[in-house]
Structures are given as structure tokens and as C-alpha cells.
Nanobody, 125 residues
Framework: QVQLVESGGGLVQAGSSLRLSCIAS????????MGWFRQAPGKEREFVASISWSAARTYYTDSVKGRFTISRDNAKNTVYLQMNSLIPEDTAVYYC??????????????????WGQGTQVTVSS
């Protein structure tokens, strides 16, 4: 089992930056591919970014490419999502997710077995 806890959300103005963190406990964090998803009110949960176990490979949805960066520190059991140039459309609850796999190339919520409780990000115009 892996337990995930997100932090770092908040209310910011458009153009600002935030860094989300997700700390994992339980089994060996470095064996897991990690992802970030988000869910806005009335919408389905959508893929944002993912990273392979070694951080060698990262993947992003088109709407955040060039603005968001996913990274991980296996020594700290933590995955990060650096979000720059935030826009109101980024407003959502952001979830950290984990899957026991090396690759990181997983884009759907159903492919992840472990989830955090979510952290709210609100971007005002």
C-alpha cells in the first residue's frame, strides 16, 4: 500500500506560480510511476502530467506544456508539480496518483491504484 498526501494549493492571481507537493509513505516510492490529475467542478478528472520511476521520462497534457513541470525526489518520497503562468482555467482540485510501474506513460485515472485526497488550486483573473 502507498499513502499519498498533497499540499501546496491555494488562491492565486492569473500569471502567478504554485508548487504542489505529494509525499508518499508505504512501499518503495522509487518503484512507482507518479501522476498529477485535476478535476474542476462539473468536469471529469483529467490527466495533467506523469513521471517515470527514475524521472527519466515525463509526460504532459497539451494545455500545460511549457507552463507546468513535474519532478520527483526519490530520497524524499516526494513528487512535485511546478505550475507557472497560471490561468483561471487551471482552477481545480489537483490529485496525486501512483502506479507500481517504471514507465510513467499512463494518462487515465483508471491506470493508477493509489490516490491522494487532493489540494485546491484557484486562479483568479
Amino acid at each position: 500500500q502507498v499513502q499519498l498526501v498533497e499540499s501546496g494549493g491555494g488562491l492565486v492571481q492569473a500569471g502567478s506560480s504554485l508548487r504542489l507537493s505529494c509525499i508518499a509513505s508505504g512501499r518503495t516510492f522509487s518503484s512507482y510511476s507518479m501522476g498529477w490529475f485535476r478535476q474542476a467542478p462539473g468536469k471529469e478528472r483529467e490527466f495533467v502530467a506523469s513521471i517515470s520511476w527514475s524521472a527519466a521520462r515525463t509526460y504532459y497534457t497539451d494545455s500545460v506544456k511549457g507552463r507546468f513541470t513535474i519532478s520527483r525526489d526519490n530520497a524524499k518520497n516526494t513528487v512535485y508539480l511546478q505550475m507557472n503562468s497560471l490561468i483561471p482555467e487551471d482552477t481545480a482540485v489537483y490529485y496525486c496518483a501512483g502506479r507500481y510501474s517504471s514507465d510513467g506513460n499512463y494518462y487515465t485515472a483508471g491506470q493508477y491504484a493509489y490516490w491522494g485526497q487532493g489540494t485546491q488550486v484557484t486562479v483568479s483573473s
